[in-house]
């Protein structure tokens, strides 16, 4: 299997009360390295952007949004050297809809979860010495799911950790470039990603 964890995540999540209802808009960065994969990785960045509308429902405390995220990052990692050590650049950009609630269970902390499909569009660049470089580019669905614990330090900021976990669910497509590098570890692809978050919000 092959995923890349993601730290050092920072967001920024404003939020505007208006009848009831409120919006949300969250930027993240960190960095992100591949895990799960039987070959030597590199690290990279990524940058994501979330917007969301929603609130309370009347007579219930958690908050739910209907949020749609677009992100970008990269990666790499190298082959087997008895199939020409290739190395592997990736670069990813994503889009996905879906919700996310709000579950507090303390007067200051709150639960966030967030789950969201889309797709990966996926770039990467196989290469070996003494050959052509091999580009392979394909568009990949994708399910996302997010967890995060917040503070609240403020009545509207928040501060907390964050993790996902991104499923590609064609793994035929997801596979094209460690195949062609030689990497043949036959489990699931996907992402996951963990960092830290703070959040300025009206509820």
Sequence with gaps: ?????????????????????????????GVSVPAGVDAEGHSGGHFNGTFGLGGKVPGLSPAWYLVGRLGTGGFGFDGPAHY????????????????????????????????AGGETFDSAVVSRDGHRSLLLETDIAT????????????????????????WFLEEEKAELATLAAGVDDGGPYGRARLGVAGDYSQL
């Design 84 to 115: 020409g050590s290739a190395e592997v650049d990736k670069e990813q950009s994503e889009w996905a809809i879906g919700g996310r609630v709000y579950l507090p269970f303390h007067p200051r902390v709150r639960l966030m979860l967030q789950v």
């Design 143 to 166: 399910l996302f799911t997010d967890a995060g614990v917040q503070l609240r330090i403020t009545e509207n900021f928040s501060i907390g950790a964050i993790g996902g976990v991104s």
């Design 1 to 29: 299997a092959l995923a890349t964890v993601s730290l050092g995540t920072v967001s920024l999540t404003p939020a505007a009360h208006a009848r009831g209802n409120h919006f949300l808009l969250e930027l993240e960065g």
